[in-house]
């Protein structure tokens, strides 16, 4: 496409080229100054397109490490978040047993309490 635009453009600049000189005046090198510019063209055109290519090529690099990366941290995240949530298992496990457990010694204190009640009514 590039190409075509360089031909278009320099077949333009040609006709111009030889619109603007009287018809009787000589056109001495003409034709080669147009073909050297048209080279000229075709090459910065091939350079702008490897540039282009190139440029392409290491932005598509660039998004695969970023997606690559963002993987990664979205991984350690939802690792941390599962790890916070197993904490938060653990923890409310632990108060429930705590809890069991101190509701079990008060009460077995109150039955003992109730048993050595029971003792001394039953001495007197």
């Given at each position: 496409?590039?190409?075509?635009?360089?031909?278009?453009?320099?077949?333009?600049?040609?006709?111009?080229?030889?619109?603007?000189?009287?018809?009787?005046?000589?056109?001495?090198?003409?034709?080669?100054?147009?073909?050297?510019?048209?080279?000229?063209?075709?090459?910065?055109d091939a350079k702008a397109a490897k540039a282009t290519a190139t440029a392409e090529k290491k932005k598509a690099k660039a998004d695969a490490k970023a997606a690559k990366k963002a993987a990664a941290a979205q991984k350690s995240a939802e690792k941390a978040a599962s790890k916070a949530n197993a904490d938060n298992k653990v923890s409310a496990a632990d108060a429930t047993k705590t809890k069991a457990i101190v509701a079990a010694d008060a009460k077995q204190q109150k039955a003992e309490v109730k048993a050595d009640a029971k003792k001394e009514e039953a001495r007197k």
């Open positions: 496409m590039t190409k075509l635009l360089a031909l278009l453009a320099a077949t333009f600049f040609a006709v111009s080229s030889f619109a603007a000189t009287p018809a009787d005046a000589p056109v001495a090198g003409a034709p080669v100054a147009a073909k050297t510019e048209m080279k000229a063209e075709a090459k910065a």
